[in-house]
Nanobody, 123 residues
C-alpha cells in the first residue's frame, strides 16, 4: 500500500520560514522524481519545486531563491524549506512521488500524492 505522509504545515507570519517534509511509509520502489505542488481553492494545482533521482532540482519562478527542495533517498523522504514567505504562498501543499507500487509491480510506474498540508501566511 502506498502512503505518503506530509508534515510541517501551519500558520506563519509574512517574512517567516517553514519547513515541510514528506515520507513514504508504504511501498513505493525505484523512486524517480519527488516534488511539491500547491493549490489554492479555485485554482489549478501548480508545481512548486521538483528534484530528480540524480539530485537535479527545478523551481517555479515565484519561489526561486526562497524555497529549497531536498531528498533523502534512504529514508524515502522529500523536504521543502520555505523562507521569506508571503501571503501569495498560502495554499495547500502536496507531496508528489513517481515510482513503482511495491505491492503490485504489474501496475508499472505511477504518480502518487500525499494528502496535503495547509500553509497559511499572515500579512
Amino acid at each position: 500500500q502506498v502512503q505518503l505522509v506530509e508534515s510541517g504545515g501551519g500558520l506563519v507570519q509574512a517574512g517567516g520560514s517553514l519547513g515541510l517534509s514528506c515520507e513514504d511509509r508504504g511501498m513505493i520502489l525505484n523512486i524517480g522524481t519527488m516534488a511539491w505542488y500547491r493549490q489554492v481553492p479555485g485554482n489549478q494545482r501548480e508545481l512548486v519545486a521538483g528534484i530528480k533521482s540524480d539530485g537535479s532540482t527545478s523551481y517555479a519562478d515565484s519561489v526561486k531563491g526562497r524555497f529549497t527542495i531536498s531528498r533523502d533517498k534512504a529514508k524515502k523522504m522529500v523536504y521543502l524549506q520555505m523562507t521569506s514567505l508571503n501571503a501569495e504562498d498560502t495554499a495547500v501543499y502536496y507531496c508528489y512521488v513517481d515510482g513503482l507500487n511495491g505491492a503490485d509491480l504489474s501496475r508499472g510506474r505511477n504518480n502518487y500524492w500525499g494528502q496535503g498540508t495547509q500553509v497559511t501566511v499572515s500579512s
